[in-house]
DNA sequence: ATCCCACCTGGAGCACACTCCAGGTCAAGC
DNA sequence: GCTTGACCTGGAGTGTGCTCCAGGTGGGAT
């Protein structure tokens, strides 16, 4: 294989990235990936660029964010450079909202201890 | 009215639970709510530790239990004392996962703040 | 030549957790 | 006595995010 721009072919995407094939795909089809490349046969090759974007889709995905706001932000990065404000807003809100998620997730976590050292209290 | 055993009317639960009042007649329909007493006209009226239970839900609910697993959890509870070491070895196993999930979240928003701060160094 | 495997497409199907709806009951206030 | 509003039931519908399927292509190893 010669060295040239480094490519990727669907299976080490999916390897890469932790996304399945079928995931994949469906990103593509509503607009989340741009339309990938294709070699002779049809089949898909990501270029370095892809799997970056998949990167922050995994992200953006793993910290909750619906995938309509994920479009919004991938509509923005594809309208240039002049969006990048807006991308920060996007980004400093979602971060917010992640926030919220965690302080919720440790409170509630915290709960669930108290109730697991109640138990241990009670078998003990 | 009469400060008898407190009592609870769907409404109140609502209020206090964040539940809604479809998803509490949900909760009752597939068994992770005992069947909650009723008043003389069919209405629901919760006790006290129907809200308690509601707000151990609420935790697990926040904290990502699928709900397959809480009917599992208030199937030990059901069972009385004996399952105790079941319950803990349950929620200690939720723990773990809750960790996880906090980590990953926790890294994943240090990546989404990277990028808050690209874009600010280019912005600015 | 043949087999296998990775990949392709369009479209259907699925799991989860609710959420909504039609049609009805009852109690309280005007 | 009528309206309003909170509540009831069984059952259907919804949104999200995938996931699976049938039927087919093309390339590399044996």
């Known amino acids: 294989m010669l060295p040239g721009v480094s490519v990727y072919t669907p299976g080490q995407v999916v390897e890469e990235t932790g ?8 990103y593509e089809r509503i607009g989340l990936l741009e339309p990938i490349g294709r ?3 049809g089949q898909r090759r990501f270029t370095q660029e892809d799997v970056g974007w998949l990167g922050t ?4 995905r793993d910290t909750g964010m619906p995938i309509a706001e994920m479009l919004r932000f991938a509509e923005l990065v594809r309208k240039g450079d002049h969006t990048i404000r807006d991308r920060i807003a996007l980004l400093e809100a979602h971060d917010r909202r992640v926030e919220a998620q965690v302080d919720n997730l440790r409170e509630k976590q915290a709960a669930v201890q108290n109730k697991i050292n109640y ?6």
């Open 19 to 26: 996304f399945s094939l079928d995931t994949l795909r469906y």
């Open 39 to 41: 070699n002779a046969a």
């Open 57 to 60: 889709i995994r992200c953006l």
């Open 119 to 124: 138990y241990r209290s009670v078998v003990d």
